[in-house]
Structures are given as structure tokens and as C-alpha cells.
Nanobody, 125 residues
Framework: VQLQASGGGLVQAGGSRRLSCSAS????????VAWFRQAPGKAREFVSA????????YYGDVAKGRFTISRDNDKKIVYLQMNSLETEDTAVYFC???????????????????WGKGTQVTVSS
């Protein structure tokens, strides 16, 4: 599967942004899709994931209460709606996918074998 992240840009603190991860390839429904982010000088961190099949959603601490992940299997798109953005949310956001990923690994980047190019989100104060 090939992934393309989009929707990044400049937003003021307190604002919202929706990122999209578009996929191509077969059997998209069989893939867990996740968002990770990486800020300058920092390690990549888990943001959110949506499981294959029924679409169970998982959120990292950075996302809880502010971000919402969703997927449209017909369109092969995963969205990340980000609200109440803070300057600390400034980062490059990546989407990643793995087929039939075990629940124990949804937050670990090494288990995702397909990655899209990142999209930059900059939150200004």
C-alpha cells in the first residue's frame, strides 16, 4: 500500500486542522493506519491509530481529548481532526500502515512497514 499525507499548514494556537492520509493499493480495510509526528530535535511519537476491520481507535497522550481519528474504507482515507492546537503540536506528521497489526503494537513505529511522506503542521502563538 502507498500512503500520501496532506492537510498540513500554518495554524494559530487554539485552532483546528484536519490531516488526510490517502492510500492506494488493495485490501485497505486489512490495514491498521496510524499517525505519528516528529518535532525538530525530538523522537518520533505516536499520535493515533485506527485498527483494521471494525476500526477500533487508539490515542496517544498527546491526542487525547483534542484529536479524532476516522477512516473511510471506501475512499481509502484516514483523517486526523486536530482541535485546540498548541505550539507544542508543531511537527511533521506521518501516516503509516501495517496489515493485521496486533493490538499490542499499534503505538510502536517499528511495526509499521508502510509510510507516507510527512506533512508539516506549524502552530503559531
Amino acid at each position: 500500500v502507498q500512503l500520501q499525507a496532506s492537510g498540513g499548514g500554518l495554524v494559530q494556537a487554539g485552532g483546528s486542522r484536519r490531516l488526510s492520509c490517502s492510500a492506494s493499493g488493495r485490501a485497505f480495510i486489512n490495514y491498521t493506519v496510524a499517525w505519528f509526528r516528529q518535532a525538530p530535535g525530538k523522537a518520533r511519537e505516536f499520535v493515533s491509530a485506527v485498527k483494521y476491520g471494525l476500526g477500533t481507535k487508539y490515542y496517544g497522550d498527546v491526542a487525547k481529548g483534542r484529536f479524532t481519528i476516522s477512516r473511510d474504507n471506501d475512499k481509502k482515507i484516514v483523517y486526523l481532526q486536530m482541535n485546540s492546537l498548541e505550539t507544542e503540536d508543531t511537527a511533521v506528521y506521518f501516516c503509516a500502515a501495517a496489515s493485521f497489526l496486533h493490538d499490542d503494537y499499534y503505538g510502536t513505529d517499528q511495526y509499521y512497514n508502510f509510510w507516507g511522506k510527512g506533512t508539516q503542521v506549524t502552530v503559531s502563538s
